[in-house]
């Protein structure tokens, strides 16, 4: 396995969208973890993505979210890579993490199909969801077996910046608590 490198890395965020989240399973931890994220991601200038499925009909990414995003993708389809997130991510980026929803469905159908563009993709499990537990569990599964790494917001926080005399260290200690 490669090392997680910062100036290798993109974070996606797919569909936190307003009408999506009051269905979503612990919404509320989703979307601090998925904040905590971005806020991470702005410390160490990486950038971040956002998608939305269909916004016509389930609006646009919560303010919060879609405010700490550098692009957001409008999509039809469920994998992103056919809505044009491969021509958006930036050509010399090769790892990816990926946080949002439904994480069986847009989440896992764009994970997958990064996979198989050739992309490194991590998925962060304390940033995903469903509405129903047994669709995450699932889909977690199913994407580790297809080549995804796990990890957590913690992780990779500390993978990113290996050692506590990163200049970010502090307010990257500050975002996570």
């Known amino acids: 396995m490669k090392p997680i490198l910062i100036n ?8 936190l969208q307003k009408k999506l989240m009051p269905a979503i399973q612990n919404s509320e931890l989703l979307i601090k973890q998925c904040l905590r994220l971005t806020e991470i991601a702005r410390l160490l200038s990486i950038p971040v993505i956002g998608t939305e499925q269909n916004p016509k009909g389930l609006g646009e990414n919560i303010p919060e979210i879609k405010q700490q995003c550098n692009q957001t993708i409008v999509k039809q389809f469920f994998d992103a890579c056919q809505d044009g997130l491969i021509e958006a991510l930036p050509k010399n980026r090769h ?3 990926i946080a949002g929803c439904e994480s ?3 989440m896992m159908q764009t994970a997958l199909g990064l996979i198989d563009s050739g992309y ?9 969801g469903s509405r129903f ?7 977690l599964d199913r994407l580790q077996q297809a080549g995804a790494k796990l990890l957590t917001t913690e992780m990779l926080a500390f993978e990113w910046i290996k050692t506590s005399q990163h200049p970010q260290f502090a307010d990257i200690l500050k975002a996570i608590k």
């Open 120 to 128: 490194q993709v991590h998925i962060i499990q304390d940033a995903v």
């Open 104 to 106: 069986h469905v847009c």
């Open 8 to 15: 290798q890395s993109i974070l996606i965020l797919i569909d």
């Open 95 to 97: 790892q990816l993490f």
């Open 133 to 139: 537990s047994i669709d995450k569990e699932v889909a």
